[in-house]
């Protein structure tokens, strides 16, 4: 079949290798120079398949209350007259519900464990080297009642596959000695050691060069605008190419949005309504010297919502949401505040004059599901919506794209979007899997 993929993000990427490994003559198209310039360019580097919980959980209503109206909370909601973003928070707050927040944890861990497999499978077999760090990620909690239930929720979740260490805060710093200045703040850590973290960018640069080697085209400079539909299915998609100047309908049997955050503005003209806001987020990148003292196993500080990854001679640090809409800027502040929690815990790691900002567009839907397969037109596929998760995700979804392209049901447990219209709505969900 000839599938065109839209977007070269690390979810189109990784698609367009799956699917040509599956025999497809694909083509990917983007609007940027080149793979991985957006979301994927400088997230928090996590592969944090064993804490794959979704934000919308039981707590996560009140902590937002305590939040709202200050300019430097981990969360922040800008509220705006739009009704797509109203209707968002709504579905957030009924995510979080216990038995849709259990349900969601339960889908997610399984495609989130299934993905890392995938991915480390794809590292050794195309020998791909993206600073990645197999040490473990290391959750460290600062205020005891979170920590209790996070404990209590390690119990369950190791029942599913996820493997979670509960650790004092001497344990901690055991496993990580960068934190010894911040000891005596911690409640206690989980500690998930099958975990890893890597840079995104570099990994899905590479796997679009092993995919231009297997046969995929990559078409950069090209923003798509719009599709095109005829009697019941996409005919084409009309792309503006900035090399040529000039307009083109592209055509092939299958088309697959994978444009992150942008992919509601182009499905929405053609009646498909997905869930998905875009939430603002920052990173800074340290770059580190002999002798810095950064931390070398990749950690979350569950308080601040900050993770911390060293890539190789790089500190990246990444954190804050903010539902804004499609706001790019750079906050002064948020830089700012990024920096001063960053060397409030490692005050050697680098110098703080060095650090590079940058910001990006999570595509985030209400239970962080990302939304993948077929929608009610027959040759047009989602792999979009993966929110806090994409690096995490991307391997597994793409290689479960390419196994419902070819009519075969997916390994993980996890609900998949299916060919049929649900009453009302655009798209049906298959029931998971048991695990
Ligand atoms: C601050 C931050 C920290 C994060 N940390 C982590 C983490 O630690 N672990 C983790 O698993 N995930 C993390 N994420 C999430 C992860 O980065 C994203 O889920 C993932 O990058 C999304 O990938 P994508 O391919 O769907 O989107 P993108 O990477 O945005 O790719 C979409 C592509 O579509 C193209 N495009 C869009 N519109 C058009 C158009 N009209 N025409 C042509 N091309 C178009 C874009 O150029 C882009 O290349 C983080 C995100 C942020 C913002």
């Excluded at 500690?191 to 080697?213: L, M, N, R, V, W």
């Excluded at 239970?367 to 929608?375: A, D, E, K, V």
Aim: with cysteine.
């Amino acid at each position: 079949m000839r599938i065109v993929i839209l977007g070269a993000g690390v979810v189109g990427a990784t698609s367009a290798w799956y699917l040509a490994r599956a025999g497809h003559a694909v083509t990917v198209i983007d609007r940027q120079g080149a793979a991985a310039l957006e979301t994927s360019f400088a997230n928090g580097g996590q592969v944090s398949a064993s804490h794959a919980e979704p934000w919308a959980n039981p707590a996560a209503p009140r902590k937002i209350l305590r939040w709202l109206g200050r300019e430097d909370a981990p969360l922040l909601f800008r509220a705006r007259a739009d009704w797509a973003q109203w209707r968002w928070a709504l579905g957030f707050l009924f995510e979080c519900l216990p038995a849709r927040a259990r349900a969601n944890t339960r889908e997610l861990l399984s495609l989130a464990l299934y993905s890392r497999g995938e991915l480390q499978a794809l590292r050794r077999e195309l020998g791909i080297e993206s600073d990645q760090s197999p040490g473990g990620i290391l959750t460290c909690h600062t205020d005891r009642r979170d920590f209790d239930r996070a404990a209590r929720q390690a119990e369950s979740l190791r029942e599913l596959g996820a493997e979670r260490e509960v650790k004092s805060p001497d344990q901690c710093v055991a496993i990580e000695p960068a934190l010894a200045h911040a000891k005596a703040r911690l409640a206690g850590g989980i500690y998930a050691p099958s975990d890893e973290s890597g840079d995104a960018f570099k990994f899905t640069q590479a796997i679009a060069a092993h995919a231009a080697a297997i046969g995929v085209r990559f078409r950069y400079g090209c923003s798509v605008e719009r599709l095109e539909i005829e009697r019941g299915r996409i005919a084409s998609v009309i792309v503006h190419d900035a090399h040529e100047g000039a307009e083109e309908a592209v055509t092939a049997d299958a088309y697959v949005v994978a444009l992150g955050s942008y992919s509601p503005l182009l499905l929405r003209p053609i009646g498909i309504g997905i869930p998905l806001q875009p939430v603002k987020g920052y990173s800074i990148t340290i770059p580190l010297e002999a002798g810095d003292e950064a931390p070398r196993v990749s950690l979350t500080d569950e308080a601040a919502k900050l993770v911390f990854s060293r890539l190789g001679d790089r500190l990246r640090v990444a954190g804050t949401a903010e539902l804004a809409g499609y706001d790019t800027e750079l906050n002064p502040g948020r830089c700012e505040a990024l920096v001063r929690q960053t060397f409030a815990l490692f005050p050697r790691a680098g110098r703080p004059e060095r650090a590079e900002y940058w910001t990006g567009l999570r595509p985030a839907t209400p239970s962080n599901r990302p939304l993948i397969g077929r929608t009610r037109l027959p040759n047009l596929y989602l792999n979009t919506g993966h929110g806090t998760l994409g690096w995490t995700l991307a391997c597994g979804s793409a290689r479960a794209l390419a196994d419902l392209v070819a009519g075969r049901r997916p390994e993980p447990a996890f609900r998949f979007l299916e060919s049929s219209e649900r009453a009302g709505g655009a798209l049906l969900e298959t029931a998971p899997r048991s695990p």
